[in-house]
């Protein structure tokens, strides 16, 4: 069974796993569904169908070109946002270690390191140096 289903996938889009807009697809989708079991609204029915049915197209086509474009294209418009996403998760896993403070001339973050008690601490861009306890 195993060996039909490979033999079945070759060749399509999704052989080689799922892409960002296919994941996007099917979050969506659940979303919908667990949103129209409390509202009962048959336009949101008809739209989680509707991205259910695109999402296994998507997969299961042989159109490697137009998937890939597709997924380009929403990689390209949803960049702010994962780039902000990213940037606050690496953040808060910073705050382990380090300690983020601004420069109270010129706004720049900068880093130091936690546990060395009060150090002075100069601006890499404006050199403007200040004490701050870390």
Same mark, same amino acid.
């Given at each position: =069974?195993?060996?039909?289903?490979?033999?079945?996938?070759?060749?399509?889009?999704?052989?080689?796993?799922?892409?960002?807009?296919?994941?996007?697809?099917?979050?969506? #989708?659940?979303?919908?569904?667990?949103?129209?079991?409390?509202?009962?609204?048959?336009?949101?029915?008809?739209?989680?169908? #509707?991205?259910?049915?695109? #999402?296994?197209?998507?997969l299961?086509?042989?159109?490697?070109? #137009?998937?890939?474009?597709?997924?380009?294209?929403?990689?390209?418009?949803?960049?702010?946002?994962?780039?902000?996403?990213?940037?606050?998760?690496?953040?808060?896993?910073?705050?382990?270690?380090?300690?983020?403070?601004?420069?109270?001339?010129?706004?720049?973050?900068?880093r130091?390191?936690?546990?060395?008690g009060?150090? =002075?601490?100069?601006?890499?861009?404006?050199?403007?140096?200040?004490?701050?306890?870390?």
């Amino acid at each position: =069974m195993r060996e039909r289903f490979y033999r079945f996938m070759q060749g399509r889009y999704g052989a080689n796993g799922a892409d960002e807009l296919y994941r996007f697809q099917l979050i969506a #989708a659940v979303v919908l569904l667990v949103v129209n079991l409390f509202v009962k609204n048959n336009l949101l029915a008809i739209l989680e169908y #509707a991205l259910l049915i695109w #999402a296994l197209f998507r997969l299961f086509s042989r159109n490697y070109q #137009a998937r890939y474009r597709e997924n380009q294209k929403f990689l390209d418009m949803t960049s702010g946002i994962r780039y902000r996403f990213d940037q606050s998760r690496r953040l808060h896993e910073e705050r382990k270690y380090h300690r983020i403070y601004k420069c109270p001339k010129c706004g720049q973050k900068i880093r130091i390191p936690k546990g060395k008690g009060r150090i =002075m601490v100069r601006c890499p861009k404006c050199y403007c140096e200040f004490q701050r306890r870390s």
